[in-house]
């Protein structure tokens, strides 16, 4: 299902995976809240249950979060006003560690012994939830249930005499994914887990510095690209310039293979590749490795379309629209009836009879979560008539869950843990079905293969493959987060 799709929250079954978080951070613009909302508009498939920003006016942080859309609440011309300054921080989220309420929503704020400081966070602690208790247990008193206030914590608790190294040592706490864009009263600071397993772009506009956490936020401004952020590194942008500080140990890069196939927005570029020709790349690698003899080729839309488009060119087989996307599915529908609730897929895609009755068909998608909407539209493009469906995923099958900052179910609800490709082929009621290989995924990015040593990505969820410990899982027993509960 499309990350970049605006119906994407539009997901019945909870089967798809779901980008955290995307953040937004600008220092030295006149409008820095105003491309602050367009640049977190443009960052709205990585989370669409909670959008903020805060704004520093040279005197006082002004803050506006929001349970929703960007665009339902940061298009509102007196809500930028009260948003001055030539800094601003925004983000945008899904929640995966503590629920959607109003005080988990970013960026969080603190007022320290040195200031204010704001904090936006893309990416999942790993041990966010043993700091956490360790805190608690020396008297720290949590307002939010998210793993970001850990670290405004840590900053605060740092004996350190300056901001930034107070920072830099909170970060050294942490495990797990994090890329982290901060504010202060004179600085925007950007940070990236040792691995950057999560993305952060820096951008300029005008003389103005921008971190995000993709490039097609940056378009949405005309900003230019500058560079990626790197893996461990911290940036600070003040009145001097940028500055670059590598505070870790030098480590191999392992970013998330996953944004490659599903999150990020096809018109961005990541690690220096456009995301759309990876995904076709996908496609042609995935005709290579599972051919069929059939008389069409469809996607499911949106983010299917690319890969298909790629099968259908190395295959030599026509490429139709063979499923059509109702653009206009929002949050009305989203808990329909249950006597109608079956019907919910038709509700985002129908299939298009004309073009599929009588055909050997093969539906190409980017993956299969637990499996439900897969059989639904399986059945739906039978019913309109389809001799033969085969079914093509342009990435392995999703067999481990994702402790890095990705919204997935348990292990046991993914269908690729529950059974084989033929059980799987079965449960969604496809003649075939085929996975891209692990080593097909790394070979159509160019590279010769999956080295196992050293592998460029993390891509644990196809390989359970952890490249982080996960403490919080292994060592944590009691998960309770809040005890207080509050109206949405
Ligand atoms: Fe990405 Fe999967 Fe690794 Fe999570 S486990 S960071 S989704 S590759």
Redesign the pocket.
């Known amino acids: 299902m499309a990350a970049s799709d605006p119906g994407f929250n539009f997901d019945l079954d909870g089967d798809t995976?779901r980008e955290e978080c995307g953040v937004f951070g600008i220092y030295g613009h006149d409008d820095a809240a105003a491309l602050t909302a367009l640049g977190l508009h443009a960052l709205q498939h990585r989370g669409q249950e909670a959008a903020g920003i805060v704004a520093f006016n040279g005197e006082r942080f002004n803050s506006e979060r929001r349970l929703g859309l960007v665009g339902d609440h940061f298009s509102n011309e007196n809500t930028i006003k009260r948003l001055q300054g030539r800094v601003a921080l925004g983000h945008v989220r899904y929640s995966t560690t503590g629920e959607t309420i109003l005080r988990n929503v970013q960026p969080l704020f603190a007022e320290l012994a040195t200031g204010g400081l704001a904090v936006a966070h893309n990416g999942n602690l790993t041990n966010g939830l043993t700091l956490r208790r360790e805190l608690v247990a020396q008297g720290a008193i949590c307002q939010s249930t998210s793993d970001t206030e850990v670290i405004l914590h840590l900053v605060a608790r740092s004996q350190k005499p300056r901001l930034v190294e107070r920072y830099i040592d909170a970060l050294r706490a942490l495990e797990g994914?994090y890329s982290l864009v901060a504010m202060t009263n004179k600085k925007l600071i950007g940070a990236r887990d040792p691995l950057g397993?999560?993305p952060l772009i820096l951008g300029e506009l005008n003389g103005a510095y921008i971190l995000c956490s993709e490039t097609c936020a940056l378009d949405i401004i005309g900003a230019r690209f500058v560079r990626e952020v790197e893996n461990g590194e911290v940036i600070v942008i003040s009145e001097d310039g940028v500055e670059s500080l590598r505070p870790f140990p030098r480590m191999h890069p392992?970013p998330?293979?996953?944004?490659y196939v599903y999150?990020s927005r096809p018109d961005s570029i990541l690690g220096g590749r456009s995301v759309y020709e990876v995904r076709k790349q996908f496609g042609r690698q995935l005709a290579q490795e599972a051919p069929a003899d059939v008389d069409v080729i469809i996607p499911v839309p949106d983010s299917g379309v690319p890969a298909a488009l790629g099968y259908s060119q190395e295959a030599g087989i026509p490429f139709e629209l063979g499923i059509i996307r109702n653009h206009y599915v929002g949050r009305t529908f989203i808990e329909p009836a249950d006597h109608i609730r079956h019907l919910g897929v038709r509700l985002k895609h129908n299939a298009n009879r004309a073009l599929i009755e009588g055909k050997r068909i093969i539906l190409v998608d980017d993956s299969i979560v637990r499996g439900t909407t897969s059989s639904k539209i399986v059945e739906m493009v039978r019913s309109a008539g389809a001799r033969e469906v085969h079914m093509r995923i342009a990435a392995p099958p999703?067999t481990?869950?994702?402790?890095?900052?990705?919204d997935?179910p348990e292990r046991d609800k993914l269908l690729a843990s529950r059974y084989d490709v033929a059980g799987m082929a079965k449960y969604i009621g496809v003649d075939s079905l085929a996975f891209l290989s692990i080593g097909g995924l790394y070979r159509a990015m160019g590279l010769p293969g999956r080295d196992p040593v050293n592998p460029t990505?993390?891509?644990?969820?196809?390989t359970g493959d952890?490249?982080i410990s996960l403490d919080d899982v292994h060592g944590v027993e009691d998960r309770q987060l809040s005890l207080l509960v509050e109206p949405a």
């Open positions: 995976l994914a397993i999560r392992r998330c293979v996953f944004e999150f999703t481990d869950p994702c402790f890095y900052g990705i997935t990505f993390c891509d644990a969820c196809f952890y490249p």
